[in-house]
């Protein structure tokens, strides 16, 4: 598809953190962009502040009528949209070009240098810092996550190198075209996709052989490629690590050179393997490694992964991505070691039935790790009730004594009377828009 001839583009599921990217890419680049979502977020409110058109209603009619031309319009769809959305059939039962986000991106980034970040674990972070490394060699970012330094999942630079977060859901990433890649992690995952872990682990193998220059993959995966690890031997190598007033501070061993004294903000091991991953795929692609030095120095986060909303002598908040076992476990690891001597509460949303089910004694041992927990039910997004798999089914696992389930209306109360100094809000639906409420509410007090 020649998407210069495109004039319009029209996405269903525009409020997606992938979607939204694109759609802001498209809008920036001259096309017409308007678009469906399920419910109005901060994504589409800063999508309609840019002057994209956005709806809320699934309906035909509210299909802008220049959209209506079907030979200048491009549809692009999220798998999540349910097979009966009527606008979405209409688009495809009268010959609209219709293409899945994943196709869409492949389409964008297959003429470029394609930097692309691929896991079950750290990618948005990882694509994140990648893209702020490249920021000054004009790369464009599409990226998963709302990138602190930029307030976007977008960063804008020319067409010659693109940096593409791989997603392995629906197996999208094999619709793309890297040159260089990295795997940061292969746990089991999406298994309502793909059934058995087996399948999934394929599916990482056909995207590292899609990779025509060089794969980097963190030690120990199943995957031929430049190692990468932290205190211990690999192609890149992270070590004399030290904590200094609250960042990490550690040298870089590469294959052919080594930088000292590197400073990364962000707390956790996982985070300082992301960095690691970042900085490798950097050095190959050739930019310097006192360039990238610099831009790990200066590099603020990513929204929801271990962001800090409170953080004062009294009571830290913690919003956070985290939803699934390994993710929670990291979140865990990263707090004791900030915080060794606090009580630690964990307020956690569950996201999807089916991962519920499949891991639900590993989320149980994750959540234990936690002094308390908070538990609300499970957010569905795409499914349908699984019988017997439930919240309260879950908790029955925890192991700690002090755990509880609770509404999304009562959260804030229920938080207010808990001593822990440390609060982590973990989950993937919409516990992210209850943040603020809670930030405002232990805010007040800790006035008193």
């Not at 269903?12 to 990217?21: R, V």
């Not at 360039?291 to 913690?318: A, N, P």
């Not at 209306?409 to 603020?436: F, P, R």
Request: glycine share 6%; net charge negative.
């Amino acid at each position: 598809m020649n998407l210069k001839t495109i004039h319009n583009v029209y996405f269903i599921g525009i409020g997606g953190i992938g979607m939204s990217a694109i759609a802001r890419y498209f809008s920036v680049n001259g096309k017409v962009v308007a678009g469906y979502d399920k419910t109005p977020t901060p994504i589409t409110k800063s999508l309609e502040e840019i002057g994209i058109e956005v709806s809320f209603e699934d309906d035909v009619k509210n299909i802008p009528i220049s959209f209506l031309h079907k030979e200048k319009t491009l549809v692009v769809y999220t798998p999540a949209v349910p097979k009966n959305h009527l606008q979405l059939n209409y688009f495809k039962n009268n010959g609209y070009a219709v293409l899945k986000r994943a196709e869409v991106l492949g389409e964008i980034t297959k003429n470029t240098f394609c930097l692309a970040v691929a896991g079950t674990h750290g990618k948005t972070t990882t694509s994140s810092i990648l893209g702020h490394i490249m920021q000054p060699e004009k790369a464009t970012s599409f990226l998963g996550g709302i990138a602190e330094n930029y307030n976007s999942n977008l960063i804008l630079g020319e067409d010659k190198v693109s940096v593409v977060e791989a997603d392995e859901f629906d197996r999208s990433f094999l619709k793309l075209s890297p040159n260089i890649a990295c795997v940061t992690s292969m746990d089991a995952d999406h298994l309502d996709i793909y059934g058995e872990n087996e399948f999934l682990q394929q599916s990482f193998r056909d995207f590292a052989s899609k990779v025509s220059d060089t794969l980097i993959v963190a030690k120990g995966l199943p995957l031929k490629g430049l190692t990468y690890a932290v205190n211990e031997e690999a192609d890149y190598k992270a070590y004399n690590v030290k904590i200094e007033e609250g960042k990490y501070v550690f040298d870089v061993k590469t294959p052919t050179s080594e930088i000292k004294n590197i400073v990364f903000h962000l707390p956790g091991n996982h985070n300082m393997m992301n960095a690691l991953a970042a900085l490798a795929i950097a050095d190959v692609y050739g930019v310097s490694l006192e360039k990238v030095k610099k831009q790990l120095g200066s590099f603020k986060g990513v929204q929801r992964r271990f962001s800090y909303k409170i953080k004062t002598e009294d009571v830290v908040l913690i919003d956070d991505y985290a939803h699934h076992p390994t993710e929670i476990k990291a979140v865990a690891q990263s707090v004791r070691e900030m915080y060794p001597k606090e009580k630690v509460l964990a307020v956690f949303q569950p996201h999807l039935f089916s991962r519920t089910r499949d891991f639900a004694d590993d989320f149980a041992e994750a959540l234990s790790l936690f002094d308390e927990v908070l538990l609300l039910d499970i957010y569905p997004a795409r499914e349908l009730p699984i019988k017997g798999v439930t919240s309260s089914w879950l908790l029955e696992k925890i192991t700690i004594d002090t755990k509880k389930l609770v509404s999304k209306e009562k959260l804030s109360d229920e938080i207010i009377k808990s001593e822990s100094k440390i609060v982590a809000m973990l989950g993937a639906g919409d516990i992210g828009l209850l943040v603020d409420e809670v930030k405002n509410k232990l805010e007040e007090k800790h006035k008193k």
